[in-house]
């Protein structure tokens, strides 16, 4: 069974650069699939940030390519992602994923990161 | 970029009633390109249909979805208790690749 599992640092001052891990259990991250970050602010919807795959290629969100790293361990089966920068706006849930066909078919069960002076 | 544009924001049900909710893209989006979730308070969103139409593993066949070109609609044939929650559908985008969501529309018990 696929299980996906995020950590990092859950309270940022603005300015900071948001580092976060995911952790992929139950299947390779060489498997083929490109693998997403997705995020929610409280109460909000979801917003996409941004895909990787076992090779490294990577989308970006435009709107956040600017800011946004995300990157691969396949010793490790591990997914990252990078945010620099950050304000109150990037105040969110944050979530990996594995892409299926176009959609999300596993995800992980998100963490907060608050930015907050 | 593709906007999705969820209705209604709010659809008020009782269990056993039969609900439609509406996804309508800004440009034209491939069916294989659109997606629908649901999500409960306090947890991820869990994927319930893909390829428009196409049921993910383990979800009930009360769930249904449809649609083509910019209108797609996920229909629940009869709302059980446990599909009160807030759905997304999503579409993916190839120029540039990306992926985008609507707005969402809560199911409420009536």
């Known amino acids: 069974q696929v299980q996906l599992q995020e950590w990092g640092a859950g309270l940022l001052k603005p300015s900071e650069t948001l580092s976060l891990t995911c952790g992929v259990s139950g299947y390779s991250i060489n498997g083929g699939h490109y693998w997403s970050w997705i995020r929610q602010p409280p109460g909000k919807g979801l917003e996409w940030i941004g895909e990787i795959v076992h090779s490294g290629d990577t989308n970006y969100n435009p709107s956040l390519k600017s800011r946004v790293t995300i990157s691969v361990d396949t010793s490790k089966n591990y997914l990252s992602l990078k945010l620099s920068s950050v304000t109150a706006a990037d105040t969110a849930v944050y979530y990996c994923a594995r892409n299926g066909d176009y959609s999300a078919d596993y995800w992980g069960q998100g963490t907060l990161v608050t930015v907050s002076s | 970029e593709i906007v999705l544009t969820q209705s209604p924001g709010t659809l008020s049900l009782s269990p056993g009633e039969r609900a439609t909710l509406s996804c309508r893209a800004s440009?034209?989006?491939?069916?294989?390109?659109l997606a629908w979730y649901q999500q409960k308070p306090g947890q991820a969103p869990r994927l319930l249909i893909y390829?428009?139409?196409r049921r993910a593993t383990g979800i009930a066949d009360r769930f249904s979805g449809g649609g083509s070109g910019t209108d797609f609609t996920l229909t629940i044939s009869r709302v059980e208790p446990e599909d009160f929650a807030v759905y997304y559908c999503q579409q993916y985008g190839t120029s540039p690749p990306m992926y985008t969501f609507g707005q969402g529309t809560k199911l409420e018990i009536k």
């Open positions: 390829g428009a139409s």
């Open positions: 440009q034209s989006v491939s069916s294989t390109y």
